[in-house]
């Protein structure tokens, strides 16, 4: 990646929003960012032909395109190109039940932009609930606890929403379109009374209730009310063993990425050790070029700036196409056989007499 203050990243990302939350990570860095955003191939491709981003983060799947087809053309058009997968079916869809529960709430209202949540509990689940739904870009945000304080940390660490503490639960459940209850009370938090009463209050406003509590916190009978849907964790636990499937499934992608990459560092690693032979050379040649030009130059005191420029190009392309081969297989070498590249570093240093690489060569 280069070290200029301006770093260029390219998303390929169907998402706006999880583009947003990257780029929001990134600006962590402390450096000017030049974002550019694709979703398609054709894009992808047209993107690689007119620059050359430091970065590419691809998301996994997208309607019409994945992540796997971004990266052969990756591979195809600018292979050097760091690429990243920032999602992807092995994690992207979270298989926890608090990630599922504000799905679910998402599938059946749509977008929560508008809307007011609660989530009652502030403990791993109720965390991770309220995080969830601060990404999403919930409208507001309410957080209940039996400790106001706790609730009062929890909305500190997502940025915004309000704390409330449990005795205005009649009051949040009126407030809000959506309630997720994640406490660890060993009788029921939301009970028929509450419900009731705050529904009497709000009777044209419909309340999506998700309880994933073990022990659960609502009362069953909360479900006969009217305007009251009610989703126990036995409903979402599905929706859970779904997406571990899921991550299953793509567990032997993953694989071979893993074993692909893992041999391309290998061949890296290893060829590594050819630098102070291949320096040696590189050095070597300079040096004899650099001074035959200055003898010609000084034979020929009535060169022109232009005839000198064509000079010292022309002795930079032969020493570049002489040294090519040398350096290419040299590093071949050292990839796939340790034993034969030795042999040939070896000779390298006695054609060329490469007495500074002698002790940084291959052993």
Not at 80 to 85: E, G, L, V
Request: charged share 25%; hydrophobic share 45%; with cysteine.
């Amino acid at each position: 990646i280069s070290k200029t203050n301006e770093l260029s990243v390219l998303f390929v990302e169907d998402s706006a929003l999880d583009m947003e939350l990257s780029v929001h990570e990134l600006k962590g860095l402390g450096r000017k960012l030049s974002v550019t955003c694709v979703s398609a191939a054709d894009a992808l491709r047209g993107t690689l032909a007119r620059s050359n981003p430091d970065v590419i983060l691809s998301d996994f799947s997208m309607p019409g395109f994945s992540g796997m087809h971004a990266l052969e053309i990756v591979r195809e058009m600018a292979p050097d190109i760091p690429f990243i997968f920032v999602s992807g079916t092995i994690g992207e869809e979270s298989a926890s039940v608090a990630t599922a529960a504000v799905d679910s709430i998402e599938e059946q209202l749509g977008s929560l932009e508008d809307r007011c949540a609660a989530v009652i509990g502030a403990g791993a689940m109720g965390r991770s609930a309220a995080r969830r739904l601060r990404s999403r870009g919930v409208g507001t945000l309410l957080v209940a606890n039996r400790t106001h304080t706790r609730a009062q940390e929890l909305i500190g660490e997502i940025g915004s929403g309000i704390a409330h503490d449990l005795t205005e639960l009649v009051s949040i459940l009126e407030a809000a379109d959506v309630v997720i209850s994640s406490t660890e009370a060993s009788t029921f938090v939301l009970t028929t009374n509450d419900v009731a009463e705050a529904m009497a209050r709000r009777p044209e406003r419909p309340l999506l209730i998700l309880d994933i509590a073990v022990p659960r916190d609502s009362d069953p009978d909360i479900a006969d009310i009217e305007g009251v849907t009610l989703l126990d964790i036995d409903t979402l636990k599905s929706v859970v063993d779904d997406r571990l499937e899921r991550r299953r499934q793509a567990i032997p992608q993953v694989e071979e990425i893993i074993v692909e990459y893992l041999e391309r560092f290998r061949t890296w690693y290893q060829a590594r050790t050819t630098v102070p032979t291949i320096a040696a050379l590189t050095e070597r040649a300079e040096a004899i070029r650099t001074a035959e030009i200055e003898r010609l130059f000084a034979r020929l005191p009535d060169l022109t700036p232009r005839e000198r420029m064509l000079i010292v190009g022309s002795s930079l392309t032969m020493l570049s196409k002489l040294l090519h081969p040398a350096v290419t297989t040299i590093r071949e070498k050292a990839g796939s056989d340790r034993s034969e590249a030795l042999a040939f570093t070896r000779l390298l240093d006695e054609l060329f007499s490469l007495d500074g690489a002698q002790n940084g060569r291959l052993r």
